[in-house]
């Protein structure tokens, strides 16, 4: 996959997560890396559900996925991640490059262990929703994400986050997960977090992944199926819990209808 992105003080978490499997379907399809542009799926997808109030407050997964749909997404060089502009509507260069990067199926996946399974198995990531709470702080030194208590309280503010899912591994009954926080953050911008913890609805919310796009049709993917490391006994040490100072968590709130936001 491409390197690991930050997506720095601005909630565009949900942008990053399906740049990052619109990427991958790319390289997945004809062997090409292609940087998209996350800020123009984060204007799109803000503009998709109130175009006359553009602000800074997140995106659904659903009205994302849908203006990649009907827009496209740009190439990365054309309108580039520069957060002083998360507000202004891209160019038009940029709506005319995005037309020749379409998806023309995606597909929400549900929240069982199995069918996510089945999706990455097939060579699919998924993007997801997660409620947050303060333990997953510590996974920024070493990418283990631990499982929530009943007990725990989520954060009081920005308490939720989109991620997405590039594999699995049984022997530690984890995901592997892609953040969008910088490489310095967990195991090199990537952790791992239990099965019970992603495939649980009470946490877990607007699972979708991308499967084809508009000038490609893609078979299956020959995945690494090793499975000799235990990800979770990784070394944590709750003392240093907290690398996470200079990202924003962004509160995707679920809504009524179960979106991302």
Same mark, same amino acid.
């Given at each position: 996959?491409?390197?690991?992105?930050?997506?720095?003080?601005?909630?565009?978490?949900?942008?990053?997560?399906?740049?990052?499997a619109?990427?991958?379907?790319?390289?997945?399809g004809?062997?090409?890396d292609i940087?998209?542009?996350?800020?123009?799926?984060?204007?799109?997808?803000?503009?998709?559900?109130?175009?006359?109030?553009?602000?800074?407050?997140?995106?659904?997964?659903?009205?994302?996925?849908?203006?990649?749909?009907?827009?496209?997404?740009?190439?990365?060089?054309?309108?580039?991640?520069?957060?002083?502009q998360m507000?202004?509507?891209?160019?038009?260069?940029?709506?005319?490059?995005?037309?020749?990067?379409?998806?023309?199926?995606?597909?929400?996946?549900?929240?069982?262990?199995?069918?996510?399974?089945?999706?990455?198995?097939?060579?699919?990531?998924?993007?997801?929703?997660?409620?947050?709470?303060?333990?997953?702080?510590?996974?920024?030194?070493t990418?283990?994400?631990?499982?929530?208590?009943?007990?725990?309280?989520?954060?009081?503010?920005?308490s939720?986050?989109?991620?997405?899912?590039?594999g699995?591994? =049984?022997?530690?009954q984890?995901?592997?997960?892609? &953040?969008?926080?910088? +490489? $310095?953050? /967990?195991?090199k911008g990537?952790?791992?977090?239990?099965?019970?913890?992603v495939?649980?609805?009470?946490?877990?919310?607007d699972?979708?992944?991308?499967r084809?796009?508009?000038?490609?049709?893609?078979?299956?993917?020959?995945?690494?199926?090793?499975?000799?490391?235990?990800?979770?006994?990784?070394?944590?040490?709750?003392d240093?819990? =907290?690398?996470?100072?200079?990202?924003?968590?962004? &509160?995707?709130?679920? +809504? $009524?209808? /179960?979106?991302?936001?």
């Open positions: 996959m491409m390197p690991i992105e930050d997506q720095s003080q601005i909630g565009s978490c949900t942008a990053n997560c399906l740049a990052g619109y990427e991958y379907v790319t390289k997945k004809n062997d090409q940087a998209v542009s996350h800020l123009f799926i984060y204007y799109n997808g803000r503009a998709k559900e109130n175009p006359s109030a553009i602000t800074d407050s997140g995106c659904t997964m659903t009205n994302s996925i849908e203006t990649l749909e009907e827009f496209g997404v740009c190439l990365k060089s054309i309108w580039p991640y520069d957060i002083s507000n202004t509507k891209p160019n038009g260069e940029a709506y005319q490059d995005a037309k020749g990067h379409k998806i023309i199926d995606a597909l929400q996946v549900d929240i069982d262990l199995t069918e996510m399974k089945s999706c990455l198995a097939q060579g699919f990531p998924f993007a997801f929703g997660l409620k947050l709470f303060p333990s997953f702080d510590k996974a920024g030194k990418g283990v994400v631990p499982m929530p208590n009943s007990t725990d309280e989520s954060r009081q503010s920005d939720s986050h989109a991620l997405l899912a590039v699995y591994s =049984d022997r530690s984890s995901f592997i997960v892609r &953040n969008s926080w910088g +490489e $310095d953050w /967990g195991d990537y952790c791992y977090i239990p099965y019970n913890y495939a649980n609805s009470d946490y877990c919310f699972v979708w992944t991308v084809q796009l508009e000038t490609d049709d893609f078979g299956q993917d020959h995945w690494d199926n090793d499975d000799s490391v235990n990800y979770q006994q990784v070394n944590n040490n709750d240093d819990n =907290d690398n996470d100072n200079n990202h924003d968590i962004q &509160n995707i709130d679920e +809504e $009524d209808d /179960g979106t991302a936001k």
